[in-house]
């Protein structure tokens, strides 16, 4: 059975992505409203309904917005970290908070959901892969550092949502303060165009066939620039680039035979 993916939002102003095999599926993240996340999943043809479980991945609001209207509203249970929860000052059901442990595996369904820890500014940031009858996607967001955690997990990969999160020249030359600009360089920032594009080049599988790069700057970036980049180096692997306007399609990705 294939996995099927989207993109709902991704950048600043909301992160939320969709991994599914069918009869189950998760949200990593769920930084857009509840009603804006089932709009657009019924404009793509997924119910929420088959949504078992949301993975926060870190408590900043841009990942954790929609996640307290959603699990009360459809009975979602939350996989957070202990730190991750009490930093982000959401208010959950208890019955629906369940912690998950880095590298220990979350069984949904048919779904194996495997938490690794990365580096970001926060409390206790973590990514994650989702694997089902032998195929793996991975997003891989918010990183500061490709720090050994996340490459060895997206050479597992055969799909991933990457991190591109800005230009090096657009950043430099650009209107942010210069405390703000070594926040967004610094170890535990976000991932450049270069950066994201070596990591890519160096650490992916033979087998990866879809490339979603995501968490693009409204201000620093450019959809065109980012695509434009890595579809030099593709060599067969699909590349697109997720919005932070509207959803992507839904990717459906299958073990190669």
Sequence with gaps: MPLYLASLNSGSNGNCYYIGNGPDAVLIDAGIS????????????????NVKAIFISHEHTDHTRGVEVLSHKYGIPVYITGATW??????????????????????????????????HDASEPHSFTISADHITAGVFTDIGTAC?????HLSQC??????????EQMLERGRYPLYLKRRIRGAEGHLSNDQALDLFNTHRSPWMQLLVLSH???????PKLVYDLFSRHAKGTKIVVASR???TEVFCVEECR
């Design 34 to 49: 509840c009603r804006e996340t089932v709009r657009r999943m019924i404009r793509l043809g997924l119910s929420i309904r």
């Design 86 to 119: 009490r930093n982000s000052r959401l208010n959950l059901d208890p019955q629906m908070i369940k912690p998950f442990t880095t590298g220990m595996p979350v069984h949904i369904g048919d779904l194996r959901v495997n938490p690794f820890p990365k580096r």
């Design 148 to 152: 050994e955690h996340v490459i060895h």
């Design 158 to 167: 055969h799909a991933a949502f990457l991190e591109a999160n800005y230009d």
């Design 216 to 222: 693009l700057s409204a201000v620093n970036n450019h």
């Design 245 to 247: 306007y509207e959803e």
